[in-house]
């Protein structure tokens, strides 16, 4: 069945560092892929997200790209900051599902100043 | 525009007890979403309904979990008996129509004893 991989946390960077997270999917078809954030005591939020193959998610300083020959769409920020701290979620959604969504573990930041 | 509303916030019962969730999504919204997040994990969809009609319930454990959307507004989830292993965040989310963005409430914390 359909799911995603992220890598494990949490990560913790120093302010202005650069972000990665990991990110891969098992899928068939042609899902839409998305990050989602959850910041302390706060409810899920769509970060960015790509619906095709090349496309670049963006968002708040945040970039992600679908690539279909990797099954990849890893999270990138040039310059974290201390308020970038949160969980991170992969997830995707198959076409004819509606906006049902399949997670990944989540990855949690720490940002230290 | 007020958001995804859920109740109670906190919720702490033992096991065997039954314990009832209550979503109000977002004005207009025609589909709505129940997840369960166990701590440290992703959230997974547990059942998704278009209007009062049930699209996709496959992960519901039916034998204790239950849900209903009566009117098409509101949504109740039911679980009855409670296990310890039922202890998890439960989020709802809506969208407005079928394939377009969902939003989250801010969920209902169980936890078993």
Same mark, same amino acid.
């Given at each position: 069945?359909?799911?995603?991989?992220?890598?494990?946390?949490?990560?913790?960077?120093?302010? !202005?560092?650069?972000?990665?997270?990991?990110?891969?999917?098992?899928?068939?078809? $042609?899902?839409? =892929?998305?990050?989602?954030?959850?910041?302390?005591?706060?409810?899920?939020?769509?970060? =960015?997200?790509? &619906?095709?193959?090349?496309?670049?998610?963006?968002?708040?300083?945040?970039?992600?790209?679908?690539?279909?020959?990797?099954?990849?769409?890893?999270?990138?920020?040039?310059? /974290?900051?201390?308020?970038?701290?949160?969980?991170?979620?992969?997830?995707?959604?198959?076409?004819?599902?509606?906006?049902? =969504?399949?997670?990944?573990?989540? &990855?949690?930041?720490?940002?230290?100043? | 525009?007020?958001? /995804?509303?859920?109740?109670?916030?906190?919720? *702490? *019962?033992?096991?065997?007890?039954?314990?009832?969730?209550?979503?109000?999504?977002?004005?207009?919204?025609?589909?709505?979403?129940? $997840?369960?997040?166990?701590?440290?994990?992703?959230?997974? @969809?547990?059942?998704?309904?278009?209007?009062?009609?049930?699209?996709?319930?496959?992960?519901?454990?039916? +034998?204790?979990?239950?849900?209903?959307? =009566?009117?098409?507004? +509101?949504?109740? @989830?039911? *679980?009855?008996?409670?296990?310890?292993?039922?202890?998890? /965040?439960?989020?709802?989310?809506?969208?407005? !129509?079928?394939?377009?963005?969902?939003?989250?409430?801010?969920?209902?914390?169980?936890? /078993?004893?």
């Amino acid at each position: 069945g359909d799911s995603v991989t992220q890598m494990e946390g949490p990560v913790t960077l120093s302010e !202005e560092a650069f972000l990665t997270i990991n990110c891969t999917y098992t899928a068939t078809g $042609y899902p839409s =892929l998305f990050w989602y954030v959850q910041y302390p005591g706060e409810g899920l939020q769509l970060l =960015l997200k790509a &619906t095709k193959a090349d496309d670049k998610g963006s968002n708040k300083g945040f970039e992600a790209t679908y690539r279909k020959e990797t099954t990849s769409f890893h999270l990138e920020k040039g310059s /974290v900051q201390v308020s970038d701290s949160a969980v991170y979620f992969c997830a995707l959604k198959r076409s004819n599902s509606g906006y049902a =969504l399949n997670f990944g573990k989540g &990855t949690s930041l720490l940002v230290t100043p | 525009e007020a958001g /995804v509303a859920q109740s109670p916030r906190y919720k *702490i *019962i033992e096991k065997r007890q039954s314990v009832a969730f209550w979503c109000n999504p977002i004005s207009g919204h025609a589909t709505l979403y129940w $997840y369960q997040q166990i701590l440290g994990q992703g959230p997974k @969809l547990l059942i998704q309904f278009q209007n009062n009609g049930v699209v996709d319930d496959s992960q519901l454990p039916k +034998d204790r979990f239950s849900a209903e959307r =009566l009117k098409g507004v +509101d949504s109740t @989830l039911k *679980i009855q008996p409670a296990k310890l292993e039922d202890s998890a /965040v439960y989020l709802c989310a809506s969208s407005g !129509e079928w394939n377009t963005e969902a939003f989250f409430g801010q969920g209902t914390r169980l936890t /078993v004893v």
